[in-house]
């Protein structure tokens, strides 16, 4: 898989061909774009002083904001995304049409493993998921292709075989990229309740 192409975020014409692709019309996009740059400035990072905001488009139209909050403890803190749906989820929704993320860096940033997991949880795989960068420039990328993408750039280290030299000193061994991490799944993947392998 190839790297998505990072769009203009100022091109009327490729943000109304992207916007019809992913079904939301550019008054969305507009708002998904400029929320989750705002949200940004609600972040608390004053660890790694990497600001996130991320935004989330629900039916109505309606956005349902979060930025990332940090703790000194580091594994504690929550991404925006998370944030984002968890404050959703406890606001009632359950209908999510596309998913944006903001970060203060050139190219954009995609949401980490952890966040994948947790929005899959509520999402189907064929949710937008827009990514703008600092310049409002962004990627698009469905839920499906963000959880792929990161197998193409680990792929794309295969050189850097000094880790996977440490793994296989860790005593694991590898036989394909995509074994690094593990892949998302949603609900719609679980046994029903009261069916064979279902818990509880």
């Known amino acids: 898989m190839a790297p998505e ?7 009327p014409a490729k943000i109304a061909e992207v916007c019809q692709k992913h079904g939301i019309t550019t008054a969305e996009f507009a708002q ?13 990072c004053p660890y790694s002083r990497f600001r996130v905001g ?21 594994p504690v803190g929550t991404c925006a995304e998370r944030v984002a749906f968890g404050t959703a989820v ?8 596309a998913v944006a993320v903001s970060t203060d860096i050139s190219p954009p940033a995609s949401p980490c493993g952890m966040c994948r997991q947790f929005i899959r949880e509520f999402v189907n795989l064929s949710i937008p998921v827009f990514m703008f960068d600092k310049n409002k420039d962004f990627v698009v990328m469905t839920m499906e292709e ?20 440490e793994l296989h000193l860790l005593g694991i061994s590898l036989t394909d990229p995509s ?12 046994p029903p309740p009261g069916a064979p392998g279902a818990m509880g």
């Open 146 to 165: 963000v959880g792929l993408a990161v197998f193409f750039y680990i792929s794309a280290l295969a050189p850097c075989y000094n880790v996977l030299l």
């Open 90 to 97: 406890a606001q009632g929704h359950r209908e999510f049409r």
């Open 179 to 190: 074994q690094l991490l593990p892949m998302s799944f949603g609900p719609d993947r679980l």
């Open 54 to 74: 991320a935004t989330l488009l629900i039916p109505g139209p309606a956005y349902v904001d979060g930025a990332n909050v940090e703790n000194a403890s580091y």
């Open 5 to 11: 192409q990072v769009l203009s975020g100022t091109d």
């Open 32 to 44: 998904l774009q400029a929320r989750s740059a705002e949200a940004k400035a609600t972040a608390y």
